[in-house]
């Protein structure tokens, strides 16, 4: 049976990066279900990863594709891995004191929870580093999210420092071993 990942992205430059992975996810023959935040279709077009996913990308918790079922409700119990990258603070912050104004934060809330979930942040070191993230993080691992750690790099703003999204590599291999899958591209 086709394992079915839910990839939310959330507004960094980082979101670019969702097209890759998506891409990468899809050949590995994942059935991948993109969730994305307001800010993260500023960065990359839902059209590209519908395209890349071969599925309806979710941008609006209030659309309802179907009267009997609720969209945020249904992608969480279908879900075999949920996993946020980017992570951006702002969507860190509502996910850690319950916010549910957005298709990823909504989705995000109703998740099984079993249900394996991981949080890639990426963002400007200082924002990483301050100790209202690390709190919010730290609250998000108390509730079982997973997080996988922003690397060292040169970042957008020109700093260099710890917040640039993982590898590719990295987060592929992670979604594989928690879906005891082996195919590691």
Do not use: W
Not at 19 to 28: I, P, V, W
Request: with cysteine; aromatic share 4%; proline share 4%.
């Amino acid at each position: 049976m086709t394992k079915r990942i839910l990839l939310a992205v959330s507004g960094s430059i980082s979101a670019y990066k969702a097209a890759d992975l998506t891409s990468q996810l899809k050949k590995c023959g994942y059935d991948i279900h993109v969730l994305m935040t307001e800010k993260a279709q500023a960065f990359i077009t839902p059209l590209t990863l519908q395209v890349l996913s071969k599925n309806t990308v979710h941008t609006d918790v209030m659309v309802e594709n179907s009267a009997d079922r609720i969209n945020h409700i249904e992608l969480g119990k279908q879900a075999d891995l949920f996993i946020l990258a980017p992570a951006s603070a702002n969507t860190i912050a509502k996910l850690a004191n319950g916010f549910a104004d957005n298709m990823v934060t909504a989705t995000a809330l109703a998740l099984p929870a079993d249900l394996p979930k991981f949080i890639a942040p990426a963002m400007n070191t200082k924002m990483y580093d301050n100790p209202i993230t690390q709190r919010n993080i730290n609250t998000l691992k108390e509730v079982g999210y997973q997080i996988i750690e922003p690397k060292s790099s040169l970042l957008a703003c020109g700093d260099i420092g710890r917040g640039a999204l993982a590898d590719l590599e990295i987060l592929l291999q992670t979604i594989q071993e928690n879906l005891q899958d082996t195919k590691i591209l």
